[in-house]
């Protein structure tokens, strides 16, 4: 199975390119990091209490991203398809079949260290580099409409996002990546996907 994953600071637009992506190409399938934070008490006090609590490794529920990910690498198939509430600070699953996946994209602030864990090193890698203004504006909108912050709240979530994003690629020991494209605003994602389905 093919394996692409995508990677960028919040706001940067790795959602939108991974929906194009499939449009494109049927036979995909997208894990969203973002729908794999820790759920439960514990989550719910660390939130509250630890600045940049959601870009931040130990709010990411490893264990059960990695059951997914490796049950649709090796079978082509998913079941579920799960939805991390924010507001709830749950997880719901959702019945979704889809059969036939030929290729898995994994995207998230998390992609790129989950990507290091791996000993498969024949997977394709897409780094959105985007202005931080653009990202926070998008992120602000998305904040308000989809995770009861108000404009303020957001945007203080974003700074200390995009800090703990660019922080962690210059203390982390990333294993230098093969097959790695650099996205950028004027970048021909057409081009790209040739090179990625060719």
């Keep these: 199975m093919k394996l692409i994953f995508i990677s960028g600071p919040s706001g940067s637009g790795k959602t939108t ?6 449009k494109k190409n049927k036979n995909g399938y997208v894990l969203s990091t973002d729908n794999y934070y ?3 008490l514990i989550s719910k006090i660390q939130s509250k209490f630890v600045k940049g609590f959601f870009d931040k490794r130990i709010s990411f529920n490893y264990k059960l991203f990695k059951k997914d990910f490796d049950f649709i690498y090796n079978h082509g198939i998913s079941i579920n398809y799960r939805y991390y509430n924010f507001e709830k600070k749950t997880i719901e699953n959702i019945l979704n079949e889809k059969n ?14 989950f990507a290091n864990t791996l000993n498969n090193q024949n997977y394709y890698f897409l780094e959105i580099k985007t202005k931080k203004n653009i990202c926070m504006k998008r992120v602000i909108q998305r904040d308000l409409r989809e995770r009861g912050k108000d404009k303020k709240q957001a945007k203080n979530d974003f700074l200390k ?20 494209f650099i996205i950028r605003k004027k970048t021909d994602i057409d081009h790209i996907m040739k090179k990625l389905f060719n």
């Design 17 to 22: 390119l991974s929906n194009k992506i499939i």
């Design 38 to 40: 820790k759920t439960g």
């Design 100 to 113: 036939n996946i030929t290729f898995l994209i994994v995207e998230g602030i998390f992609a790129k260290e």
């Design 161 to 180: 996002s995009w800090d703990i994003y660019y922080g962690k690629l210059k203390s982390n020991k990333i294993k230098k990546i093969k097959n790695k």
